[in-house]
């Protein structure tokens, strides 16, 4: 975890980044609290004064990574056209910047690995703690957008799809395989503008 992830206890911080070292390096079902607290130089006592169990530290930890990709809670709902569009650069840049975190990619890897070890832990709460959180968000955020009239809401399902696929094509495999280098910080805001850019060219009026 980057110092940003530093939690406001620092013993909790400590478990957090040792569960998160341990499971890439072993796999989830293999890790051990035993290790974990080693790793973390605390007790038992401690870990579970935080966490109730393995399953609840690993839920501590992709809720962490969903919350970064997620907008901001406090993020103003769109009343035009340029604003919408604007805001949806701005996520998209942050949200691609997260997504290809090198430590959220560790967690795509663990969740591969321990699926085809059976395990399904991880993958499940990727899922339910992240890609479901994020999606629920940017719904609502083009839910205000058609309310407002700026987009038609038939179009929402379409427009996100448009949205999502142009702003991280095949960026996410590459960096799974490792096969190209990490995108820069320019490549990752000229992705999102592109993905702005191919969302504005799908949109209708809410009128027509």
Do not use: C, W
Request: hydrophobic share 45%; glycine share 6%.
């Amino acid at each position: 975890m980057t110092q940003n992830e530093k939690t406001e206890d620092p013993r909790r911080a400590a478990i957090l980044q040792a569960a998160f070292d341990v499971f890439v390096e072993k796999g989830f079902d293999a890790a051990t609290t035993a290790e974990i607290v080693r790793r973390a130089r605390t007790s038992k006592r401690t870990l579970y004064a935080f966490f109730a169990s393995k399953q609840d530290i690993l839920t501590a930890l992709v809720r962490y990574g969903s919350q970064k990709m997620q907008p901001s809670p406090d993020l103003p709902e769109p009343q035009d056209r340029a604003q919408f569009l604007a805001v949806l650069e701005l996520f998209g840049r942050g949200f691609l910047t997260e997504f290809l975190h090198p430590e959220r990619t560790a967690m795509y890897r663990l969740a591969i690995a321990e699926a085809g070890r059976g395990g399904a832990s991880v993958a499940r709460e990727l899922d339910v703690h992240g890609r479901q959180p994020v999606m629920r968000a940017v719904t609502r955020f083009f839910d205000q957008a058609a309310a407002r009239g700026i987009i038609r809401h038939d179009d929402i399902a379409t427009l996100i799809s448009v949205f999502f696929s142009v702003l991280i094509g095949f960026a996410q495999l590459q960096t799974l395989l490792g096969t190209e280098p990490p995108l820069t910080g320019d490549a990752i805001a000229q992705r999102a503008a592109l993905a702005r850019r191919a969302t504005e060219r799908m949109m209708e009026p809410a009128g027509t």
